[in-house]
């Protein structure tokens, strides 16, 4: 079973950055994809980005341009760097991984494990 634990996050000034980092305790290669998700208050868990293996990285249209979703294989870790924060980006952040291969982009329910979160803060 796979363990993620997810690192990095804290409160930041709007237009400031923060990288998220997510350690897997085994090598991804049973892994089909791994992801970050947020939830805000009284709101659901929404995808922000994810690799599937075999394409390219897939990011929600509301962080393109601003996030860049990373990993490093050798060390079993992801990473999400995030810029240009804004106030609507403060959530908890999830980093999840699938075994079975995604249906559609960054939904939720594809993914079978989860880390226990790091929150985001973005003050205006």
């Known amino acids: 079973q796979v363990q993620l634990v997810e690192s990095g996050g804290g409160s930041v000034q709007a237009g400031g950055s923060l990288r998220l980092s997510c350690e897997a305790s085994?090598?991804?290669?049973?892994?089909?994809?791994m992801g970050w998700f947020r939830q805000a208050p009284g709101k659901e868990r929404e995808g922000v980005a994810e690799f599937v293996r075999g394409r390219s990285p897939y990011y929600v249209a509301s962080v393109k341009g601003r996030f860049t979703i990373s990993k490093d294989t050798a060390k079993n870790t992801l990473y999400l760097d995030m810029n240009s924060l804004k106030s609507d980006d403060t959530a908890m952040y999830y980093c999840a991984a699938a075994t079975g291969l995604p249906r559609r982009p960054l939904l939720v329910s594809d993914y079978n494990y989860w880390g226990q979160g790091t929150q985001v803060t973005v003050s205006s």
């Open positions: 085994e090598a991804s290669e049973y892994n089909r994809a």
